[in-house]
């Protein structure tokens, strides 16, 4: 039986659009995704993503933590 292949980790932190200058629209939410299902990340953040929202991605709770201080997520 053939298994589905998880998908390849994403990156630390992902912008769903990036504003050039002051006079852009107002960034999309921060939100942090804290997951170690490669499956549920994947379908998950490309969801949040397609929806606008910018996403920071943890694989276990100490790298939660440690994002939530370092980025401030909404």
Known sequence: RLRPRPPAPLPAVQKASSPDSANSAVESPL???AEDNAMNVAT??????ASGYR???AQNGQEAIELTQAQTPD
Do not use: D, E, P, T
């Open 31 to 33: 939100i942090l995704l």
């Open 44 to 49: 998950v953040s490309s969801f949040l993503i």
């Open 55 to 57: 996403l920071i991605y």
